[in-house]
């Protein structure tokens, strides 16, 4: 990698002043020559023809195209992919990997919101916010809301199903409460489990076990559905559940006939489909809250990716390993 490389930014137009705001594009420039050419948003132009021919980095981020035999033909001297987001799949071609070139990807940054929304999340849901909330505004004469038996979050159990990024941050930050953590992840032991400070369990006992479970595995063939109308039964009546990972890992029509009862309560940033319909019951139960995909990095939030990205540049001028280094062998497993 030259001492200097020359970098080019491949992302939509609108998020470049929030992830590279003056003083972190500046400090951007002291590390990397940017092309001339502005922002790209398709590398089949003459314009980025021509300026792909000398680019070391590609920065990419939100609706960057995809890098593939095409792309890379154009770019001879490209020597790293350094993506100022989180998953990497649906621009980065395996066969980027198979060259070699080096991929990174802000995923660790971009995982502290949503853990932060998660935490807030379960504190909210052992509160029983929503449907108290509701109670309060809606229907006063039906009980006392002072006694707030069942609620809480002192001595509960949340079970974290998948140790993702952002669900290890979420072990991370939990830690501080006083409560129970179950963990359920395939490719993780007892050991390293304990080293979390979570119980590991199966995705079974967790369901079983938890008064509040959230969700943070990747969306895979094998986890479609991983909360199917089998495992939802599994909950005991009261118990949360939080999706802030990707909406394909719930069964919407069987978690909806159980929010519909009043069984469980849920906190949804994901569903399937995304958005739901209008006229949706998810949308309208007092125990259900449905978010648009906020959780996570949106506006002050995004300069986190962009000096993230930045960072990995200056890691990579001086030859030192990139954090959020992404690897080939491993696409079959991440989000």
């Known amino acids: 990698m030259p001492e200097r490389p020359v970098a080019l930014l491949a992302m939509q137009p609108w998020a470049l002043p929030d992830l590279f705001p003056p003083d972190v594009l500046n400090r951007l420039r002291t590390l990397a020559r940017l092309a001339p050419a502005t922002v790209l948003t398709s590398f089949r132009t003459v314009e980025a023809t021509a300026a792909l021919r000398d680019v070391d980095v590609l920065l990419t981020g939100w609706g960057c195209p995809r890098i593939d035999d095409a792309v890379l033909a154009a770019t001879p001297r490209l020597g790293a992919v350094i993506h100022t987001a989180g998953s990497v799949k649906r621009h980065v071609d395996p066969v980027v990997f198979a060259r070699g070139i080096a991929v990174s990807s802000a995923a660790q940054a971009n995982a502290v919101p949503v853990a932060e ?40 159990t949340v079970g974290v199903v998948g140790a993702s990024r952002t669900g290890r941050l979420v072990l991370e930050r939990l830690r501080d409460f006083d409560v129970r953590l179950l963990l359920a992840d395939p490719y993780l032991t007892a050991e390293q489990a304990r080293a979390v400070g979570a119980e590991l369990v199966d995705t079974d006992a ?20 991983l909360l199917d109308a089998r495992r939802l039964g599994l909950l005991r009546d009261g118990t949360v559940l939080i999706n802030t990972a990707r909406g394909s890992l719930v069964d919407t029509v069987a978690l909806t006939a159980h929010c519909v009862t009043g069984r ?72």
């Open 264 to 335: 469980i309560e849920a906190v949804l940033d994901v569903t399937d489909p995304e958005p739901l319909p209008a006229d949706h019951p998810l949308l309208h139960l007092p125990n259900v809250l449905v978010t648009p995909h906020l959780a996570g990095s949106q506006g002050h939030e995004l300069r986190r990716l962009g000096e993230f990205a930045v960072a990995e540049v200056r890691r990579l001028v001086r030859g030192e390993p990139l954090l959020g280094a992404i690897h080939g062998a491993d696409l079959h497993r991440i989000a």
């Open 117 to 156: 929304y998660t935490v807030a999340a379960v504190v909210f849901g052992a509160k029983r916010v929503l449907s108290r909330a509701h109670w309060f505004a809606h229907d006063r004469t039906a009980g006392d809301w002072r006694s707030g038996a069942g609620t809480g979050l002192y001595g509960r």
């Open 206 to 225: 967790l369901c079983r076990r938890a008064d509040l479970v959230t969700l943070h595995a990747p969306a895979l063939p094998q986890t479609r559905h």
